[in-house]
């Protein structure tokens, strides 16, 4: 395929976040700046702080071939640059969002495009799409979101990306406790804390033999 030995960063912001994690200043007004940088990259792109360090390792952990049910992909950024990585991905999200985002085979870019998401509630995802991929995958979810889906998967990985205990924004502490039942945790990665607030981390769970 075009993409494979394609080395260049399909698009801008991942530059902006190596370049801001690089250089990070203590003074005031580079933290506000970089607090706003921050606040309008989550609404504009995603939630967690990417970089292709955290998408490389994500890839290596579940393997070239594996294919991703995402739910609550919101502006389906994450979904257009594991696609880029060679993935196949299937986003999908409650809501229809204005901005979506998606990988360009021809021209090796992340584009804009309307959206084309199969609006699902995640719950409805996992019973769909049942036995059809190999990997759940969600970013920043709402409390609940992968909960409700654990009794009906059977993928042989979760990635789940967000807020970790003992902070449960993203799922609650039942989640946490009630996947570890069916699935070992095989790499935890922590994403770059640019604004000083952030605790993203991305956490790979493998089901038990
Ligand atoms: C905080 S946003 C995260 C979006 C994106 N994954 C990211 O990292 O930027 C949460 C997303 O979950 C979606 N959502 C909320 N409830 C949901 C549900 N029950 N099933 C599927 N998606 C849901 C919202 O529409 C929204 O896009």
């Known amino acids: 395929m075009a993409r494979r030995g394609f080395s260049k960063i399909p698009c801008n912001f991942l530059n ?3 370049a801001i994690v690089q250089k990070q200043s203590e003074s005031t007004k580079a933290a506000f700046k970089v607090f706003e940088w921050r606040s ?3 609404i504009t792109y995603m939630h967690p702080v990417m970089t292709m360090k955290v998408l490389e390792r994500i890839k290596s952990n579940i393997g070239e071939n594996c294919s991703v049910l995402e739910v609550g992909s919101g502006t389906c950024m994450l979904y257009a640059l594991l ?3 060679g993935l196949r991905v299937r986003p999908t999200d409650i809501a229809r969002h204005e901005t979506m985002y998606y990988y360009d085979e021809l021209t ?3 584009k804009v495009r309307d959206s084309n998401i199969d609006e699902i509630d995640s719950f409805e995802a996992a019973v769909k799409y049942k036995g059809d991929y190999d990997c759940l995958l969600c970013s920043w979810p709402f409390p609940g979101m992968i909960r409700n ?3 009906v998967i059977t ?3 979760v990635v789940f990306i967000g807020e970790v205990p003992p902070h449960y924004i993203c799922e609650s502490r039942e989640f946490f406790e ?3 039942q069916t699935y070992d945790i095989v790499d935890t990665i922590k994403l770059p804390n640019i ?3 952030d605790k993203g981390v991305c956490v790979i769970y493998k089901r038990k033999e």
């Open 16 to 18: 902006e976040v190596e």
């Open 40 to 42: 309008m990259y989550a």
């Open 83 to 85: 696609t880029y990585m």
């Open 108 to 110: 090796h870019r992340i």
């Open 149 to 151: 889906c654990l009794p």
């Open 155 to 157: 993928c042989k990985y």
């Open 178 to 180: 009630e996947i570890l």
């Open 195 to 197: 604004n000083w607030i």
